[in-house]
């Protein structure tokens, strides 16, 4: 949540003082906040611009990489209900931002209850800008049960998730886009190779390639290729974006009117393979 929400400030509120400092149609709003990220910060509050009845409230004001994330993890949300609501409740949802050590962490943790529930998830690599978990990545969505395990009291589960191997063990299809590049190029090749579900979207960036680093004595700095890619099929993939089998553009702004042919896209072609198959068959 971010401060003002925690505090229960609605939108459509008005913000008329600073810890005291009134605000007027010359104020500059960042120089009352300036130098206050993280601190108690005083705000009376009325619900127009000429209303004589205020409240004070305290925020703490945060840094713009955390909202950035908060707006982040907003979208993720949105998405969720989109893709839930299109396909009837029957389908889940999940992002992945990079190929980071943090973003494995957080597809593990999206593997939660919501999505385990639903028929089918899509996977979203859109603007994806990369790192090195492709292959630890792949892993949860490939991996198979080849048993079943009942604990005495407890409902059958599958084996892998039983002892404690994350797995999401559920049809997929993946969404990419121009900007999904160098490691989400990896595992979106991955994704196709292994033939675990349909690609949606556009091709990816074709911008794959391992680069070494060095900073010389005048503090610039010297970077060479020195590992490249190449698909099972001998394809150079840098240079070489990684096809979709579904192309689907994105309008320019349709996001303002509440729509994403991608998702849709995605949901229609998953629900088409999935067919009246569900989690409790």
């Known amino acids: 949540l971010t401060p003002a929400a925690i505090s229960n400030i609605k939108t459509g509120e008005y913000v008329m003082s600073v810890d005291g400092a009134a605000i007027g149609p010359h104020t500059n709003p960042d120089e009352l906040l300036a130098?206050?990220?993280?601190?108690?910060?005083?705000?009376?509050?009325?619900s127009s611009s000429d209303s004589t009845q205020k409240r004070d409230l305290v925020v703490r004001p945060i840094n713009g990489a955390t909202e950035r994330n908060?707006?982040?993890?907003?979208?993720?949300?949105e998405n969720r209900a989109y893709?839930?609501?299109?396909s009837q409740g029957r389908?889940?949802?999940i992002h992945m931002a990079d190929m980071s050590a943090g973003a494995l962490t957080q597809l593990n943790l999206d593997l939660d209850a919501e999505n385990q529930k639903r028929d089918g998830?899509?996977?979203?690599?859109?603007?994806?800008?990369?790192?090195?978990?492709?292959?630890?990545a792949i892993?949860?969505?490939?991996?198979r049960s080849y048993f079943n395990m009942t604990p005495r009291g407890f409902s059958m589960a599958p084996s892998r998730s039983a002892l404690g191997q994350r797995a999401l063990e559920l049809p997929t299809i993946?969404?990419?886009?121009?900007?999904?590049?160098?490691?989400?190029e990896d595992f979106t090749e991955g994704y196709r190779s292994l033939h675990l579900g349909k690609v949606v979207g556009e091709p990816t960036a074709g911008w794959i390639i391992y680069t070494s680093g060095v900073q010389l004595i005048d503090g610039s700095g010297l970077r060479l290729p020195y590992d490249r890619i190449t698909a099972n099929?001998?394809?150079?993939?840098?240079?070489?974006?990684r096809p979709v089998d579904i192309p689907v553009a994105k309008p320019i702004g349709e996001s303002f009117r509440g729509r994403d042919s991608q998702l849709d896209a995605a949901v229609t072609e998953l629900l088409k393979e999935i067919g009246n198959r569900s989690r409790e068959n």
Request: net charge positive; aromatic share 8%; charged share 20%.
């Open 35 to 46: 130098y206050k990220i993280g601190k108690r910060v005083v705000l009376s509050i009325a």
């Open 70 to 77: 908060l707006l982040y993890r907003k979208w993720i949300e």
């Open 83 to 86: 893709v839930a609501k299109i």
């Open 91 to 93: 389908l889940g949802y």
């Open 121 to 136: 998830v899509v996977i979203d690599v859109r603007n994806n800008n990369g790192g090195f978990v492709n292959v630890y």
């Open 139 to 143: 892993d949860v969505l490939a991996r």
């Open 174 to 184: 993946l969404v990419t886009n121009r900007h999904t590049l160098s490691d989400g």
């Open 233 to 241: 099929d001998g394809t150079l993939m840098e240079m070489h974006p």
